[in-house]
């Protein structure tokens, strides 16, 4: 799923501080896999226009994600989620960069190569 098409939302009426809830959707979604390791996030202000609420509280909650290794900033490059403490999460981040480095090499096409993932988890 892309960034831009996920399910935002908070709860402004919420005890819990905005930064923390959306701190807790982010950490959520990407151990569900609904934001898979290396999708971008939406740049701050965007998001922030987009949630109505102030830059400083997605900037606070992205610093802590990124604090806890759960994303990783690159400036100008954006933030992305990354595969965090978590082992298996690692793991399976690494071997498809394998993957795609060797499908790219051979010139495999995406489909191709997504149907070649599909096929092996199916076995």
Known sequence: MEADQFDWRLDKQSS?????QLRLRI?????GGELAIGTKLPPVRRLA???GIVPNTVARAYRELETAGRVTTGGRAGTVISAGGNESSRLLA???????????AQGVTVKTALAAVK???ER
């Open 119 to 121: 096929a092996a988890l």
């Open 49 to 51: 226009d987009h949630l």
């Open 16 to 20: 819990v501080p905005l930064f923390e």
């Open 94 to 104: 690494e071997a498809a960069t394998s993957f795609a480095e060797t499908a790219r």
């Open 27 to 31: 950490i959520e979604a990407s151990d």
